[in-house]
Structures are given as structure tokens and as C-alpha cells.
């Protein structure tokens, strides 16, 4: 189906409000529930965060009162929402399950984003953050196993493979060296916006997750692995929103994030296998659609323009989840030594030149050890091999892609090496791994 989402009406924002019961939903069961439905929900709960925080900041630096009224409304309607979608979480999912799927989220919803992706130089910085979010996804995926006992599989259910991408430690980066050249405003397409404000909500609540659960284990280890990966999801979040052209107004804003909440739940509402999560989907897309009028009213009144110039008149698919392991194979087999330059492009590692703004930041950092190669140290000590879930062509070339994804320097003290993992690869495969 489709439609233009200017056209259509949507809920009265009077009638958004709901009771306390229908706010708080009924978890789904971590066994049962579709890998995909799972990524659906984390991948709204960020979009709900981002929508709520966005119009705080709006409200902070606005001095317009019938937008401040307006916004605090639809922003109280925003932070309901974002309590039902995060709250479908069951009790008994921990952290390390629930953080397999916020990776599983990066995972398949980047690779999706960059096939669908108009702008080349955008496009290139998806797949550049893809592998790193699939390198954390390896990494967690070992204390998922040493500290639960549990498959990965249980959470992405072989849709996703499990194998070292870009190595953890070369994820840190001086911040400057992070930040992209932004689209302009003027020339860059709905898709485009929608693509990137998707990813940045995304991301964001990644790290947000990271920074409010990582402490929740007792294992020193596991503790310092959150505290690694929750810092290059700030990078993830400082070099996707940087893509944003600065200039667009606070009122094309409001309207890019409406635009995209609208976008999100039509695609989930189309896609999900669950009754009772389709129904939900189909609920809040009614109530973005309303927060979408008076986003393009308000738009329209302050800068007197079209909401169409900047949304344009149709639907847009920003995530569809599904298996995408030959595309991200493809993309780890070309791109994992690929490293940020100074100037906002890309290089290889071997062009990497001493005056590299990333390399004090890498030293610092890692000069006593990085927690995402120590764990393998650890399941390799403990297990004899590291845990690896992926097509049996792939898992041969585990030690040929950490060759191409190491560094000369700096490597921290406790890297694994490609001998290392050589030998950890004629070790007899873990009992699960044929799921
Ligand atoms: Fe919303
Ligand atoms: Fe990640
Ligand atoms: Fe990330
Ligand atoms: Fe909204």
C-alpha cells in the first residue's frame, strides 16, 4: 500500500491519551517471540526516545508559545508510547539477551538502511558503522555464553552470524575524526532524512541502554565491555548525526521526526507476525499521523512553506528486518580494514600515517587492555575456542579477516592474534552451533 501520510488525518491528540493498564501491556515470552519482532521493539523504543528528547530540546530554546503548548502535548504522548513499546519486555530477558538484540537491531537494520540508501557518501558510512556493530555483537555473544550459559541463537535465531568483524579495539576514535560531512538540506531526498534519523535513534538508545544496564553484572570484565562498547556507540551516535545538515530549522526538524515515527511504525505494522504487536504498530501509526498534522501545520504557519518539500508526498520503508548475512559478508570481506581519515573520508589501514588523530585516543585507551579481546582470551581459556555461529565458508576465513582487521599499531597488551585464533579454529565446534 501506498499512500501519502500528509493526507491522511490520524487520531485526535485528545484522544491519545490511554489508561494506566492500556499503557502497561502485557510483556511478549522470550522463547517464543520472532527474533524480528524483538528488533521491531527495540528499534521503536529508540525512535520513542528520540522523539521525546528531541521536543525537550525544542521546547528549551523555543520562545513561541503556541508551539511550546502544542509540542509538550504530543511530547507527554511520545513518552506513553515509549513506556508500552520498551515495556513489552519480559522480566526474565537480562541484560546480555536483551543486548544481543539491540546489536541484532544494528546489525540487520544498518545493512538494510545502506541497500536503501540514495546518497553514496552516506551510504558508505552505514556499512563503515556495520561492522563494528557486528563485531559487538561477536563479543557480547561470548559473555552470553560464559555468564548465562545460553546460545546466542536463542536471541537471533540464525538469522544473524556471529563471527569477529572490524576488532572492538579499533572502534575508538578521536571524536573529530568521527564526525561526517552533513547532507545539504536543499538537495537530499525524504529517504535519505528518514534513513538517518532512524539510525541515530537507533544508536542512541544503544548507548543508552548500555550506560543504564551495563553495571548490573558483578564480572569486573563484562562491566569494562559495557563501558568499551557504550562509548563507541557514542561515536555511532556522533558520527550518524553528524550527517545532518546543521542549518535545517527546529520546525523542519519536528517534521523530519514525525515523518520518520510514521514511517517506522507503517513498516512495522506491515511487516509484523504478531497479532497483538500489529495491532499496537497499527495504533501508533494512527497517533503519528496526528502528531504529523500539526508537525506540518506548525511547519507550515512558521516558515511558510510545504511540509511536502521536505517530506515529499509518499511513505517510506526506513526498516524491514530480515536476514541480511550475504550483505554483511560481503561488506566484511571488502571493508574490514577500513578506518576513518582526519578529513571526513575513509581509508585504509595501511594508509593510516603517525600524525593520525585517532591514535593517541587508541593508545590511551587500551594501553592496560581491551575488556572485547580479553573475553576471548577468557572463553578460549576456558572452552579452548571462541564461540562462532556462521556458514561454514565464512567461519574458514575467521583468522584471515582478523588479519586484515588488525592494526600493526597500536594493538592492545591482551590482543588476540591470528595464531591465536588459527588454533582456536581446528577446536571442535560448541555442542549449539548446528542449530
Ligand atoms: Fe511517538
Ligand atoms: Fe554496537
Ligand atoms: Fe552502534
Ligand atoms: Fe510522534
Not at 537494520?109 to 551510504?123: C, F, G, H, I, S
Request: glycine share 4%.
Amino acid at each position: 500500500m501506498s499512500f501519502n501520510p500528509l493526507e491522511e488525518k490520524g487520531l485526535n491528540l485528545e484522544k491519545q491519551i490511554r489508561t494506566w493498564h492500556e499503557i502497561t501491556k502485557i510483556p511478549f515470552n522470550k522463547t517464543s517471540v520472532d527474533c524480528y519482532t524483538r528488533t521491531r521493539q527495540i528499534l521503536m523504543n529508540g525512535i520513542e526516545v528520540e522523539a521525546w528528547g528531541f521536543k525537550h530540546l525544542f521546547s528549551r530554546i523555543s520562545a513561541d508559545e503556541e508551539t511550546k503548548g502544542l509540542i509538550s502535548q504530543i511530547r507527554r504522548i511520545e513518552d506513553m508510547q515509549q513506556t508500552t513499546v520498551n515495556w513489552l519486555t519480559p522480566s526474565d530477558q537480562n541484560v546480555l539477551e536483551t543486548t544481543l538484540g539491540y546489536e541484532q537491531v544494528a546489525v540487520e537494520l544498518t545493512a538494510w538502511l545502506a541497500q536503501n540508501e540514495p546518497d553514496e557518501y552516506v551510504k558508505e558510512t552505514f556499512d563503515f558503522g556495520l561492522l563494528e556493530d557486528f563485531d559487538h555483537l561477536y563479543r557480547y555473544s561470548q559473555w552470553a555464553y560464559l555468564e548465562h550459559g545460553i546460545s546466542p541463537n536463542s536471541i537471533v535465531q540464525n538469522k544473524t552470524d556471529i563471527i569477529i568483524g572490524r576488532p572492538t579495539q579499533y572502534h575508538h576514535n578521536c571524536n573529530k575524526v568521527r564526525l561526517r560531512k552533513p547532507y545539504d538540506k536543499n538537495t537530499v531526498t525524504p529517504q535519505t532524512r528518514v534513513n538517518i534519523c532512524t539510525l541515530v535513534s537507533a544508536e542512541q538508545q544503544t548507548h543508552n541502554y548500555y550506560a543504564e544496564h551495563g553495571m548490573e553484572y558483578g564480572n569486573q570484565c563484562i562491566r569494562e565491555t559495557y563501558a568499551e562498547i557504550k562509548d563507541v556507540e557514542e561515536e555511532h551516535v556522533t558520527m550518524y548525526e553528524s550527517l545532518i545538515d546543521p542549518t535545517e530549522s527546529l520546525y523542519e526538524k519536528l517534521l523530519i521526526h514525525e515523518f520518520t515515527e510514521v514511517c517506522n511504525y507503517y513498516t512495522c505494522m506491515e511487516d509484523e507476525i504478531d497479532t497483538r504487536l500489529k495491532k499496537l504498530w497499527e495504533l501508533f501509526l494512527d497517533y503519528e499521523l496526528g502528531h504529523l498534522q500539526i508537525a506540518a501545520k506548525l511547519f507550515e504557519k512558521n516558515e511558510n512553506r510545504d511540509a511536502e518539500e521536505i517530506i515529499g508526498t509518499k511513505i517510506l520503508i526506513p526498516n524491514k528486518f530480515k536476514s541480511q548475512k550475504d550483505y554483511v559478508t560481503k561488506i566484511l570481506e571488502n571493508e574490514v580494514s577500513k578506518r576513518l581519515t582526519g578529513e571526513m573520508g575513509y581509508m585504509d589501514k595501511n594508509d593510516i600515517t603517525e600524525n593520525w588523530g585517532s591514535y593517541p585516543v587508541q593508545k590511551a585507551l587500551n594501553s592496560e587492555g581491551s575488556p572485547s579481546e580479553r573475553v576471548i582470551k577468557i572463553i578460549s581459556a576456558t572452552k579452548g575456542k571462541n564461540l562462532v555461529i556462521a556458514e561454514k565458508s565464512l567461519k574458514n576465513k575467521e583468522s584471515e579477516l582478523l588479519k586484515k582487521g588488525l592494526q600493526d599499531t597500536p594493538q592492545a597488551p591482551d590482543t588476540v592474534t591470528v595464531e591465536e585464533l588459527k588454533e582456536m579454529q581446528k577446536e571442535k565446534d560448541f555442542e549449539f552451533e548446528c542449530n
